[in-house]
Structures are given as C-alpha cells and as structure tokens.
C-alpha cells in the first residue's frame, strides 16, 4: 500500500510537494461560507450555530442559495487544486494538492486556522482524484441524510467508504490520502460523534 513512498526520490520532488500542497492550501483557505454569509446578509457565521464555516452552519442562517453555493465552492476549491496539479505534473503530486486544500478549509489562516469540518473539501478532492469513487461517497452521503436526516453522521459515513473505494479501483497512494482525511474529519466531528451516540444530534432542517 505503501509502495509509492518508497519509491520517490524525495531529494529532488520535496520541493514540489510542499509547492503544491501550499498551492492546495491557499485555494482551500478562501472562506466561502463566510463570504455568502456577509454576501447575503445574514453577518458573520461564525458567531451563528455552530459557529463554523462550511455549509451546514450557512444553512442555520436561513439562506438557502448561500448555503448550496458555499457546498459548490467548498467542494470546487478542493477539486480545482487537484485537477490543475494533475494537468501540470501528475496523480501523485494532485494527491499532495488536495491534502493541501483540506487543510486550507479547516486551518484557514485568514480567519485564525478556525474554518470548516471539511466535508465539501472531502468530496471534492475524492472527485477529482476518482470521479467514480466520488460519485459512490457522495451517493451514500445523500442515501445516509435521506434515511436518517442527520447531517453529520452522512459526513462520517461518507468518509468511511472513501478509502475503500479506493483500495477497490486499485489506487494505494489515494487511499491512503482518504484514511487520512477520514481521520481528519472524524477528528473535526468529535462533538458530533458525542452528541450522537448520546442520542442528541440535530436533524437535517431542525438544527438550532
């Protein structure tokens, strides 16, 4: 599974790697939920609900169409960073790219590294890398939300099957990028997963 890592030359690509997961990293950090939010008139975001920038927390705002655009740059930053790093070097080199994006959405610098939890980002980088796969995670998102209605649990679920997918169409070094941004996103949902196994998460278009 790790075979990529023992066969790069990591004297002469370190330089592009850090490069392009950089270049990754600014894309990622634009604050779309937090632009829509001011754009539409419902202030600040970050001081409505759960006080992070991502979609969900947009939609507690009550505006719909920022909520949706926000879910469309979130998911497009993540998959631009890594289709023009595949156009300009290669698969491997993308994969770094989209590692960088998630993290400039959840890190963002501009806001204090307090951003998003990542999901849209997610989705869109497992789309770039693997249109199939990424159309599989988000199908089981939206099959998730639609029998049980909570956010969340959607996301977790989603990013479980990431990885897999992966391993499945024969792409080590992408499943790899997925278990860690699995393990990201578990990490940012820690109080959802909380909330959850004690039975008290929000449904979908009932959060407070």
């Known amino acids: 599974m790790f075979d990529f890592f023992d066969t790069v030359d990591w004297a002469n690509v370190w330089p592009y ?3 392009v997961t950089l270049f990754g990293y600014m894309l990622g950090s634009v604050p779309f939920g937090l632009i829509f939010s001011l754009l539409s008139g ?7 609900g759960s ?31 890594v289709l023009l790093v595949a156009m300009h070097y290669n ?16 890190f963002p610098v501009w806001l204090g590294f307090k951003g998003g939890k990542g999901v849209a980002t997610f989705l869109g980088v497992t789309l770039a ?6 159309i599989a ?3 089981i998102w939206a099959g998730t939300a639609a029998i049980w209605r909570i956010s969340s649990l959607s996301a977790l679920v989603a ?5 897999i997918g992966m391993m499945l169409i024969g792409q080590p070094l992408y499943a790899t990028l997925m278990l860690i941004l699995m393990l990201i996103i578990f990490a940012t949902h820690r109080e959802n997963i909380a909330r959850l196994l004690a039975g008290q998460e929000p449904r979908i278009g009932a959060e407070s």
């Open 17 to 19: 790697l850090i490069g």
């Open 42 to 48: 419902a202030g600040d975001v970050r001081k409505i």
């Open 51 to 81: 006080g992070n920038i991502g979609a969900t927390n947009v939609l507690r705002t009550g505006n719909r169409w920022a909520a949706a655009a926000t879910l469309a740059c979130d998911a497009g930053k993540g998959a631009l960073a």
């Open 91 to 106: 698969g491997s080199m993308a994969a770094f790219a989209g590692l960088g994006a998630f993290l400039g959405h959840i």
């Open 129 to 134: 890398l693997a249109w199939p796969v990424g």
């Open 137 to 139: 995670v988000a199908l």
């Open 159 to 163: 990013s479980v099957a990431a990885p």
